[in-house]
Every structure is written in C-alpha cells, then in structure tokens.
C-alpha cells in the first residue's frame, strides 16, 4: 500500500519561512520523481516544484523561484520543500506526488494535502 504523508504547514507571517515534509512508503522511492503541487480556494492545482530520481534535477514554477527549494533524502525515503520569503499568494493546500514517467504517467501518487496558510 502506497502511502505519501505530508508534515510541516501551519500558519506563517508573510516573509516568513515553513519547510514540509514527505514521507513515503510502499514504493521504491529512489526511482520516482517527486513533486509539489499547490491549490487554493477556488483555483486549480498547480505544479510548485519537481525534483527528478537519479541526478535530482530540480524546476520550479516561476512564481515560486527564488524563494522555494525542493530536495529529496532517498535513505529517509522523503521529500521536501523549504519556503523561504512566503507571500499572501502561497497560501494553499499543497501536496506531495510521486510518478513515473514524463509526460505519460505510469504510476502516480499523492498525499493527502497540508494546509500553508500565509497572513499576518
């Protein structure tokens, strides 16, 4: 059974700093590539950062560079995502993902959500 679990949002001042974490289980994780993706109320999901398996390439949505760092530990079998410099605008549910394969998909995980919510 397949499990991502993601740890780390909370309630954060704008400028601040949050990093979350992703565990996952029931899968080989050194062969996924990782991702986060992010919703907020009433818009679509949307890619913030990936990080490949192997050399760990790394890409990141424009609004986010800069500011956001994904990285991954195979030997803990986690991801995560340091949010430096947060804005009002980062504020969303965000997820972790876990795939194979680019742009078809062969396998594709996700978690469960946690909430980053930025205000003053």
């Known amino acids: 059974q397949v499990q991502l679990v993601e740890s780390g949002g909370g309630l954060v001042q704008p400028g601040g700093s949050l990093r979350l974490s992703c565990a996952a289980s029931?899968?080989?994780?050194?062969?996924?590539?990782m991702a986060w993706y992010r919703q907020a109320p009433g818009k679509q999901r949307e890619l913030v950062a990936a990080?490949?398996?192997?050399?760990?390439?790394?890409n990141y949505a424009d609004s986010v560079k800069g500011r956001f760092t994904i990285s991954r530990d195979n030997a803990k079998n986690t991801v995560y995502l340091q949010m430096n410099s947060l804005k009002p605008e980062d504020t969303a549910v965000y997820y972790c993902?876990?795939?194979?394969?680019?742009?078809?998909?062969?396998?594709?995980?996700w978690g469960q959500g946690t909430q980053v919510t930025v205000s003053s």
């Open positions: 990080i490949t398996s192997g050399a760990g390439t790394t």
């Open positions: 993902n876990a795939y194979l394969g680019s742009p078809r998909r062969s396998a594709d995980y």
């Open positions: 029931g899968i080989i994780f050194s062969i996924y590539a």
